[in-house]
């Protein structure tokens, strides 16, 4: 069973995955952002869709503290591989900022340069 980690942004809960079931996909369309290339749920469909993912064989954890999954590296580093990985990014001064999708991704941003990030950007 896959494991999907859902990180509450704001008023969603997003989260970052490949889809390969064209059905799935279709039954979760109305919430991928496309530019973001992720799921954004809203609060109120939240069940909803863990019951759609979880029929499907994806083992669901929501993560209310992302605290763990961010990493910074400076804004002019490569970057392309850790941002395919990530759910979410923001610059901060000469940083760029990101939520990784998973602690594997994170292990691999850390490998490729990248450090924890200690404030607080995704809370």
Do not use: C, W
Not at 53 to 60: E, H, K
Not at 92 to 110: P, W
């Amino acid at each position: 069973m896959a494991n999907i980690n859902m990180f509450k942004l704001h008023n969603d809960y997003v989260f970052k995955q490949y889809l390969n079931d064209r059905e799935l996909f279709k039954q979760l369309g109305d919430y991928y952002n496309g530019a973001q290339y992720r799921f954004e749920i809203p609060a109120a469909d939240l069940e909803k869709v863990q019951d759609i993912l979880q029929a499907a064989g994806y083992d669901i954890t929501i993560i209310d503290n992302p605290k763990e999954f961010v990493v910074t590296i400076g804004r002019f580093q490569k970057h392309k591989e850790i941002l395919k990985n990530s759910v979410d990014v923001e610059e901060t001064g000469d940083d760029k900022v990101f939520l990784m999708k998973d602690k594997e991704a994170v292990e691999m941003a850390l490998g490729m340069g990248a450090t924890k990030y200690e404030g607080d950007l995704f809370s």
